[in-house]
């Protein structure tokens, strides 16, 4: 198949390439390089690759044609930095993901897997999370991942274009991001371990995050395009446990430091990941304890 992955010389992006190629699959890779977490990037060399900016509808034209699967990843991804340059961060999240849906509708193309976020349920949620919850968007970030949601359903139930949204929780892994104070927490904690310095904590560290591996991320996306049914749905993508992460720090290092709290990020996250289970019988198979172990 012809495969197109926005974001693919990132984090989550890049894990999905690799996988599409082994698998045998022609891929597209476009990525602006613009993620300021990222130390590097990671470009597979069999793939095409284009340094180009979803924002750009012109310029990405032409990659969508023959396409038959999409998986957008693309994002402007984290929290703190979307409230600081809200502007930035809606026009990648709901303008971007306008225009590669408006693209994938023209190209007709056969499956359309969309990148979302936990952050979606907010602070309403019960827990554990579960997909019938009422939205609750807290940051820039949230709300435009909401919008495209909302807007990958209405090109379903509109143009028949096959989409399927997934939201991740906190995933983390191979590439995962390490650059800056926002950069993942996982990966932020092993880079100051690693050079000696204290793990920064946020608040007194007793908020709780469901933490998924990279690896189970891509499986969950390679499934969805997969699928037969359930289009134009939100499918949580987590563990199904969760850890306090003044717990994950002792885990790492007795060298700590707390820092203030932030604005915009709830108190606990938790997965219901049932409703995906029933679609495609995925099932998380790297837990963060046995990871951090090895």
Sequence with gaps: MNCLVTGGAGFIGSNLVDKLIDLGHNVICIDNQSAECHEQFYWNSKANNYKYDICDYNKIEHLFNGIDYVFHIASDARIQPAILNPRKSIESNAVGTANVLELSRLAKVKKFVYSSTSSAYGKKAILPNIETQPSDPLTPYSAAKVFGENLARVYYNLYGLETISLRYFNVYGDRQPLKGQYAP??????????????????????QR???????????????????????????????????????????????????????????????????????????????LIEWLQK
């Excluded at 904690?189 to 050079?195: A, D, I, R, S, V």
């Excluded at 390679?222 to 994950?248: K, M, P, Q, R």
């Excluded at 996250?269 to 790297?286: D, I, M, Q, R, Y």
């Design 209 to 287: 995050r469901d933490f998924t591996h990279i690896s189970d991320v891509v499986e969950a996306n390679i499934l969805a395009s997969e699928v037969t049914h359930g289009f134009g749905e939100v499918y949580n993508i987590g563990y199904g446990s969760n850890y306090s992460i003044i717990d994950i720090a002792n885990m790492i290092s007795n060298d700590v430091k707390f820092i203030p709290s932030r604005i915009g990020e709830v108190q606990e996250t938790l997965a219901s990941n049932e409703k995906f289970k029933g679609l495609t019988g995925w099932t998380p198979k790297v837990s």
């Design 185 to 206: 927490v996982i990966g932020l904690f092993l880079k100051q371990y690693h050079e000696g310095k204290p793990l920064t904590v946020v608040g007194d560290g007793s």
